[in-house]
């Protein structure tokens, strides 16, 4: 009876333990983040995106160690959102602003207003209670400015197209568009994860080539991009089931 005893308090405390372990995991995104905001400032821009890179492949799978370990259930006093959300927006937001500011990409007037930009519509989207639809996209433009920033500094724009871009983005983040969450949409599953490892391995190739990688690669990372970026307009083919006579 005494072990039997022993073994359910340790059951539990094994598990707060396993669940506060997926938190600090998540944290350790913000790491990453002060890792690349470094990197950022010495204009080590291939670090900074590395950093960015590692920062979104904790973000990627945490949400899914969280679920298995049933995180909320056995640590409700942490949200586990409201801390993916801070680190997401130093990772997402705070440091590619910071490399529109400083990153050379336009004038400096036209700089500040830009990543200001990115920073107010993007603290307001991460505010929105409606970010996702109920089957799980994104709605608005998702704030993945890590991802729009290191194709600023992939393919050579004119500093105004940069601007118009962003522009069009911060307007994006407030329409109800639809944009797909790689991991959580059904629909294409297999095809979007697909796609995304292709990314990743394409993204890799830029960075270790000092984001100035084959054509080839450019081309890939930009198929890829209109992929993810038209998926939520494309129309489905599943039809409502008709009502039974």
């Known amino acids: 009876m005494a072990m039997t005893t022993k073994s359910l308090s ?16 998540t944290a350790s995104g913000a790491v990453c983040g002060l890792l690349a905001l470094m990197a950022a400032v010495e ?6 995106f590395a950093w960015l890179g590692l920062a979104l492949f904790v973000d990627g799978i945490d949400g899914t ?4 370990a049933k995180v909320g259930e056995v640590l409700p006093r942490w949200s586990g959102d409201t801390l993916d959300l801070v680190v997401d927006y130093l990772t997402y ?18 700089a500040v207003a830009a990543s200001a930009t990115i920073l107010l519509t993007s603290a307001l989207y991460f505010a929105d209670t409606s970010m996702k639809t109920d089957d799980l996209y994104f709605q608005g433009f998702p704030a ?8 600023f500094f992939l393919v050579p724009l004119n500093p105004f197209v940069i601007a118009g871009i962003i522009a069009l983005l911060a307007v994006g983040t407030f329409l109800p ?25 394409l993204a890799i190739v830029a960075v270790l080539e000092d984001m100035r990688p084959d054509l080839w690669v450019t081309v890939g990372l930009c198929a890829c991009a209109l992929y993810f970026t038209l998926f939520g307009a494309i129309p489905s083919r599943k039809r409502a089931a008709e009502p039974r006579p």
């Open 144 to 151: 993945v400015w890590n991802v729009v920033v290191f194709y």
């Open 10 to 25: 340790a059951g539990p405390a094994g598990r707060r333990t396993l669940a506060f372990a997926v938190h600090i995991f």
């Open 65 to 68: 160690m969280a679920r298995r």
């Open 93 to 110: 937001c705070l440091v590619p602003a910071f490399a529109v500011a400083s990153g050379g990409l336009m004038p400096f007037w036209l």
């Open 177 to 201: 568009i639809k944009f797909v969450h790689p991991f959580r949409v059904v629909r294409l599953r297999l095809l979007t994860l697909a796609l995304l490892a292709l990314w990743a391995v």
């Open 43 to 48: 204009g080590h821009w291939a670090l900074m």
